[in-house]
């Protein structure tokens, strides 16, 4: 990177740090949120540059007393060492970064071959997607369900909100789950033991703070209906449900979660924005022939990303060629291992295209 792309980069660390140091800055949470987030985004890249500017100045010094003093070769050798290692580091903490990685995520779960099967497995997800979040301390809440007759999902509608100003949010943990999850099992309802391959679909969508798609109040068909499930004593005695539908796109989006028809309004209006800007930004992306990841929006067993192996309690992500053999604790929540290895294949590809 070019010595004045670096100095703008330290140029807008000072300056977010003297906006963050000022008080009326805060009395605008939103904002605050934001500067804060980029000022967590550029700090690990400003303390990098920091030690390899102090890393040369310190070579240059100790091959300069070296001449003079033999016991300063060794620590220029060590230094000298030690240059490449952070040069190495700020290129990859300098790579694009995706520019949602910090944005909570609207999730959402549909069965789909396997009929009841699949619906009890889109539940088995739906549990160790809300364990994962328990786990890192976010704030999980389900917006619309439609449950099957066993207990299971035959579509559900989830929002992951973190509660920090990380630079690295839900989003850039859950952003590789799109796509079809197959399960390998006994189902429940399968009296002579056999095991059944079937499969529920995840698609997730990043939801900005500031969502840009604008939407015609003329475009949108809003129904109303009673909320059904757990709720208390208003479910069921007033139509506070709504059902909301983008008639040029045939997109519908229903939410029962609040209390009140305003409320469900508002977040069905919000979760649309998100789904409508996740389209636009694909058609923008095949425009530019970009090579971003796309989610298989068919749930056809075929057409997998991950294997869920029951009686070998082996979990497979096909897209990196991981594996374990700890599926009952990656359903209980524990995700890292598999995320971390979709996460870091992802890297390895922007590092060999920097190159």
């Known amino acids: 990177m070019e010595s004045s792309s670096l100095q703008g980069l330290l140029d807008e660390y000072a300056e977010l740090e003297q906006q963050l140091a000022d008080p009326a800055v805060h009395a605008d949470q939103g904002r605050a949120r934001k500067l804060g987030k980029r000022y967590a985004e550029l700090s690990p890249m400003v303390k990098t540059l920091n030690e390899l500017e102090a890393a040369r100045a310190d070579l240059a010094a100790a091959t300069e007393l070296a001449a ?32 949602y990685d910090g944005s909570d995520v609207l999730m959402e779960i549909k069965s789909g071959e396997g009929g009841e099967e699949s619906a009890l497995f889109a539940g088995d997800l739906l549990r ?22 066993l ?32 399960v390998q099992r006994v189902p429940a309802t399968e009296s002579q033991g056999r095991i059944h391959t079937s499969a529920a679909g995840v698609l997730i969508y990043p939801e900005p703070e500031d969502v840009e798609v604008e939407i015609d109040p003329n475009d949108l068909r809003i129904d109303v209906f009673r909320s059904s499930g757990p709720g208390g004593q208003s479910v069921n005695t007033t139509d506070s449900a709504v059902r909301v539908t983008h008639v040029p796109t045939g997109i519908v989006v229903s939410c029962q979660n609040e209390k009140s028809q305003i409320q469900n309004r508002a977040r069905a209006i919000q979760v649309l924005q998100a789904r409508l800007q996740a389209i636009a930004e694909e058609e923008a992306a095949a425009k530019a022939a970009d090579a971003r990841r796309s989610q298989v929006r068919t749930v056809d067993r075929s057409e997998r990303v991950r294997t869920y192996n029951f009686p070998e309690n082996r979990i497979s992500d096909h897209r990196v060629n991981y594996k374990a053999y700890n599926l009952d604790q990656v359903l209980d929540g524990e995700l890292d291992g598999v995320l971390d290895a979709l996460r870091d294949a992802d890297r390895e590809e922007r590092l060999a295209a920097q190159s």
């Open 151 to 182: 207990g299971g999902y035959k579509d559900v509608t989830v929002s992951f909100k973190t509660k920090s100003a990380e630079p690295d949010g839900v989003w850039a943990r859950l952003k590789f789950e799109g796509g079809v999850h197959r």
């Open 128 to 149: 160790m997607y809300l364990r994962y979040a328990e786990r890192h301390n976010w704030k999980a809440e389900v917006l619309d369900s439609n449950e099957s007759d």
């Open 68 to 99: 003079e003093d033999p016991a300063f070769a060794i620590e220029a050798d060590e230094l000298a060492a030690r240059i490449p290692v952070l040069e190495a580091k700020l290129t990859e903490q300098l790579l694009p970064r995706d520019p």
